[in-house]
């Protein structure tokens, strides 16, 4: 049992550096990272971009790059994203929290359908119930599930309006919304701001995101009181 396990925990060790060393390789054909890493108005020049290179290690070779990242994430760093510049350890944070509620949330709802449905099945065997419970599941089998998940959020955030579709705080997400349907002007304030800030800040997604935050927060404020 032990030596099974060890040679299934080997096995997902290598897997694991295939996949990052494939994807190292990928990126180094999607273009150049400093150009994604600079921030500015206008070109970016070629010292400035060297710049950029020399900070991020990418004037080194890729396999030391690549033993450099090996290295980091053995210490808990997994680096810089080339996107804004934030820490990628800061990002996995930020997503962790809403991602293990969202495989929590599925996992109990696929438990509370597949286990009676499942039993029903096996009882029924051969019966109608069974044949249709049976058509279903391969139905929902034969969808890719990231093209079942868009038509769920236009489901239910989009015509329904009953969730949101890409942001874990509901009640704040939805007050905002009621908020800006039950004013025309704040909602033209909140379109030229878009507008302003899309302008003030093309190659800044961190600084677009907080001036919208920022005015979310105003508005929810005003709300309360």
Known sequence: MLRYLAAQLFQAVLVVLFVTLVVAVMLR????????????????????????RTALGLDQPVWLQYLHFLGGVLRGD??????????????????????????????????????????????????????????????????????????????????????????????EQLAFRDALRADPVLLHRYAELKRILADEHADDREAYTAGKEQFVSGVLTGVQT
């Open 78 to 171: 997994f680096g810089t994203s080339f996107r804004g510049g934030t820490s990628v350890g800061s990002l996995i944070r930020q997503a962790l929290p809403p991602t293990v509620l969202l495989a929590l949330c599925s996992l109990l709802l696929s438990l509370a359908l597949s286990l009676p449905l499942g039993v029903y099945a096996a009882v029924h065997r051969g019966r109608w119930g069974d044949q249709l419970i049976r058509f279903f599941t391969l139905l929902g089998l034969s969808f890719p599930n990231f093209w079942l998940g868009i038509l769920l959020i236009l489901l239910f955030a989009v015509e329904l309006h009953l969730l949101p579709a890409g942001s874990a705080r509901w009640s």
């Open 29 to 52: 054909f999607s273009g150049d990272p400093a150009v994604a890493q600079f921030q500015g108005a206008s070109a970016p020049t070629a010292e400035q971009l060297q710049q950029i």
